[in-house]
């Protein structure tokens, strides 16, 4: 998730716009197979795995127990806050794993 967010802010430098044209804050799903990549409303939908592309997404694919989120904090004009939270179930128990990376205009 967090990778995505980055190729969003570079792609936006690359087009001479704003770094953080749609990347505001709030909550996001997202998946690599957009083109260009792009962050939708978080739905809580799960994920799918497309074993073709080898790709996880939400167009195609078998369903599968994660649930990814993706969280943006504005910090500064020049900062922001990215959280990457993949959840899942199993067994009765409830399991989640999140990365955190902030990324800024240093361009």
């Not at 190729?7 to 197979?33: E, F």
């Not at 969280?71 to 990215?82: F, L, Q, R």
Request: glycine share 6%; net charge negative; hydrophobic share 35%.
């Amino acid at each position: 998730g967090i990778e995505i967010v980055r190729n969003i802010r570079d792609n936006n430098w690359l087009q001479n716009v704003p770094w953080d044209n749609g990347l505001a804050g709030g909550d996001y799903q997202t998946a690599y197979s957009s083109t260009p990549a792009a962050l939708f409303a978080y739905d809580g939908n799960p994920l799918l795995f497309d074993s073709t592309a080898n790709l996880y997404g939400y167009d195609s694919g078998a369903a599968t127990i994660y649930i990814r989120k993706i969280s943006i904090t504005d910090i500064s004009a020049n900062e922001i806050k990215v959280v990457s939270t993949v959840t899942w179930q199993s067994r009765q128990f409830s399991y989640n794993s999140s990365a955190e990376d902030r990324l800024l205009n240093w361009k």
